[in-house]
C-alpha cells in the first residue's frame, strides 16, 4: 500500500512536464492510497471509480470539499448490469477471474459469504474521450476498461504483476498497446507504466532503469522455482 505523499507516477510526470488537465483512476481503494492523489490535490479535473461500498464512503469523506473530483460508484466490466466481487481484507476482484493478486499471492479462498454485488458499467459509458492520464488497478480485470475505452491517455498505468502474480489479460493489454500506438515507460513492483509514442523520447538511463526493472520482476515471480533448482 503506498502512502507517500508523491507518488512515483506523480514524480515521473512532472519530471517531463507532460500536459495533464484531467485524470482517472479506476480502482481507488482508499482516498489516501490513490495513485493519483497528488493530480487531485493540484487541482486536475478527476473521475474516481471504485465499486466497493466502504472505499465509496471513505472517497466521500476525503474529497468532500474537492470540487474537481467526480466519484463515480461502479465496477467496470465488458458488458452493464451487476458483477459479483470477491472480497479478500484489501483485496477486492471479481470473482470468476482466474487469477488475482489475492488467489496467486495469498491463496486466498474465495467466501461466497464475504461476496458482494455491485452495479457495473462498460468504460465508454463514464470516457467523454478527454482522459489524459489514466490508472487502472483492478486486482486482474483491468483488460475491461481498455476494451471499450474512448480517450487515448498519453499515460496509462495498470496493474500487469506483482510476486508471482501475471495480470491474466497481459497478453490482451499488451496487443492494445502495440496497435493503439504506446510504449512502456517504467515498472515498479506491480505496475506497468505506457506512454504514448512520440510524447518523449526514453533517455538512456530511463532505458537501463526499465531493463533492471524487468530483470526484477522475472526473478520475483519466478523466485520460488530458483530455489527448488538450488536444492
Keep these: 500500500m503506498n502512502t507517500r505523499s508523491n507518488k512515483l507516477l506523480y514524480r515521473k510526470v512532472s519530471s517531463k512536464t507532460i500536459p495533464i488537465q484531467k485524470v482517472c483512476e479506476v480502482g481507488v481503494y482508499l482516498p489516501e492510497t490513490s495513485n493519483i492523489i497528488d493530480f487531485i490535490k493540484e487541482g486536475k479535473e478527476t473521475i474516481l471509480v471504485e465499486p466497493e461500498p466502504n472505499s465509496i464512503q471513505a472517497i466521500k469523506s476525503y474529497f468532500q470539499d474537492y470540487s474537481n473530483v467526480t466519484l ?45 454485488d455491485v452495479e457495473c458499467k462498460v468504460f465508454s459509458d463514464i470516457d467523454e474521450g478527454d482522459i489524459d492520464l489514466l490508472s487502472i488497478d ?64 526514453l533517455s538512456l538511463k530511463e532505458k537501463m532503469t526499465l531493463s533492471l526493472a524487468m530483470i526484477n520482476v522475472w526473478f520475483r515471480r519466478n523466485k520460488k522455482y530458483i530455489k527448488f533448482l538450488k536444492r
Excluded at 451487476?82 to 477486492?92: C, I, N, Q, R
Design 138 to 201: 483492478t486486482e486482474g480485470s483491468e483488460w475491461y476498461v481498455l476494451l471499450t475505452m474512448v480517450s487515448r491517455p498519453k499515460i496509462i498505468s495498470i496493474e500487469t504483476h506483482g510476486k508471482f502474480y501475471v495480470n491474466p489479460f497481459l497478453k490482451d493489454i499488451k496487443n492494445w498497446m502495440k496497435e493503439n500506438d504506446y510504449q512502456v515507460w517504467f515498472k515498479d513492483n506491480s505496475d506497468t507504466v505506457f506512454c504514448k509514442k512520440g510524447l518523449f523520447n
Design 72 to 116: 463515480i460508484p461502479v465496477a467496470i466490466y465488458k458488458h452493464n448490469g451487476t458483477l459479483t466481487l470477491a472480497k479478500a481484507e484489501a483485496s477486492t476482484f471479481v470473482s470468476d477471474l482466474p487469477m488475482s493478486p489475492a488467489l496467486i499471492n495469498d491463496q486466498y479462498q474465495i467466501d461466497a459469504n464475504k461476496n458482494i
